[in-house]
C-alpha cells in the first residue's frame, strides 16, 4: 500500500519559516517525480514545487527564491524549506509522487499518481 504522509505543518507568524517533510512507503519510487501542491479555503489546487529522481527542480513564480524543495532518494523522502512565509501562504499542502520527470509537466497535477493527506500551513501577521 503506497502512502505519501506530510509533516511538519504548523501555526507560524508572517517572515518565519517551516519545513514540511514527506515520507513515501510501500513501494519503490525509483524514477518518480515528487511535488508539493497546496489549497487554500475557496481556491483550487495550486502547483509549489517539483523535484525529478535526478534532482532537477521547478517552483512557482509566487514561492521563487523563498521556498527550497530536496529529496533524498535513499530514505524516500522529500523536504519543503519555506522561508519568508506571507499570508497568502496559508494553505493545506499536500506531497504527490509520480513518474515525471520534465519540468515541463511537473507542475501539473493530473501527472501525479499518488497523493498525502495534507499538512495545514497557517501564516498570521
Known amino acids: 500500500q503506497v502512502q505519501l504522509v506530510e509533516s511538519g505543518g504548523g501555526l507560524v507568524q508572517a517572515g518565519g519559516s517551516l519545513r514540511l517533510s514527506c515520507a513515501a512507503s510501500?513501494?519503490?519510487?525509483?524514477?518518480?517525480?515528487m511535488g508539493w501542491f497546496r489549497q487554500a479555503p475557496g481556491k483550487e489546487r495550486e502547483f509549489v514545487a517539483a523535484?525529478?529522481?535526478?534532482?532537477?527542480?521547478t517552483y512557482a513564480d509566487s514561492v521563487k527564491g523563498r521556498f527550497t524543495i530536496s529529496r533524498d532518494n535513499a530514505k524516500n523522502t522529500v523536504l519543503l524549506q519555506m522561508n519568508s512565509l506571507k499570508l497568502e501562504d496559508t494553505a493545506v499542502y499536500y506531497c504527490?509522487?509520480?513518474?515525471?520527470?520534465?519540468?515541463?509537466?511537473?507542475?501539473?497535477?493530473?501527472?501525479?499518481?499518488?497523493w498525502g493527506q495534507g499538512t495545514q500551513v497557517t501564516v498570521s501577521s
Open positions: 504527490a509522487a509520480g513518474l515525471v520527470d520534465s519540468t515541463g509537466y511537473m507542475s501539473r497535477p493530473y501527472k501525479y499518481d499518488y
Open positions: 510501500g513501494r519503490t519510487f525509483s524514477g518518480y517525480g
Open positions: 523535484i525529478s529522481w535526478i534532482g532537477t527542480s
